[in-house]
């Protein structure tokens, strides 16, 4: 993936190294820096051991770590990424702002990518995707909530149900989560706890039809306790 001004500070500054590197060192951090400008088409991994070479010869070097953490970006080394930017914010150096903000675009660019995976049936691309968002944004709701919903198609519900319980303590409004929730014991036979979720979501967003689906399809199951039809009737109104 492209990072927008991923190359924009590479010809600024590139003196900008720590007061006490010799000039050796700086003069080495500067032409590993060069080699990492070069690499940057056609070799991002050499890129990235270029610019990790310069950040060696001189660890104030942030230009170069700037530029490591885009290229980490790029390739999806979502955690080296980070290290770099929390490098840079413990430096109190103004790269890191902007590199914090690139990383929520890339966020969002995964997120979007993993819904349409998801849909796919991709499921390997949903967690890669999802991976890097987590280490960018690890209160992201929606991805514990698209991530929930691979574990529990690929039949690993404790999985599934951790990630949707982390979605809704992360945000209590979305009904999603709740509802993805109560398929799980709708699917084991828990009937009651599946209609508790299902009518926590329609409390959350009465005009989503799910709610009531849900609700519905889990009253028959309770055996002597009667349908509801009120829940189907409602549903139906609504377009389920």
């Known amino acids: 993936m492209r990072i927008p ?18 000039a050796a060192d ?3 951090a500067q032409e590993w820096a060069r080699r990492g400008h070069t690499l940057w088409k056609v070799d991002k991994a050499k890129a990235i051991d270029a610019f990790t070479r310069a950040i060696e010869a001189d660890p104030a070097f942030h230009v170069a770590r700037y530029n490591r953490a885009l290229l980490c970006m790029e390739t999806d080394r979502a955690e080296e990424a980070m290290r770099d930017l929390q490098a840079l914010e413990k430096a109190g150096r103004p790269e890191a702002a902007k590199l914090r903000g690139l990383m929520m675009m890339v966020v969002g660019a995964h997120t979007s990518i993993a819904e349409g995976a998801l849909e796919d049936e991709d499921y390997a691309l949903v967690l890669a995707k999802l991976r890097v968002v987590l280490v960018y944004d690890p209160s992201h709701a929606d991805a514990y909530t698209v991530r929930g919903a691979v574990h529990a ?12 319980e982390r979605a809704m303590q992360l945000d209590p409004k979305s009904p999603e989560p709740v509802f993805n929730r109560g398929l799980l014991p709708l699917r084991q ?12 979501a329609i409390e959350l967003e009465p005009q989503e039809p ?18 509801a039809p009120r829940a189907g009737r409602q549903a139906a109104r609504l377009g389920g």
């Open 153 to 164: 198609r690929q039949g690993r519900a404790k999985d599934a149900l951790a990630d949707y």
């Open 26 to 28: 700086t003069a080495q």
């Open 5 to 22: 001004g991923a190359r924009a500070l590479l010809f600024i500054a590139l003196v900008l190294c720590a007061p006490l590197a010799s």
């Open 189 to 200: 036979g828990e009937h009651a706890q599946a209609i508790q979720d299902f009518t926590r």
């Open 210 to 227: 799910s709610g009531y689906r849900g609700r519905a399809e889990a009253y028959p199951g309770l055996g002597a306790r009667p349908p």
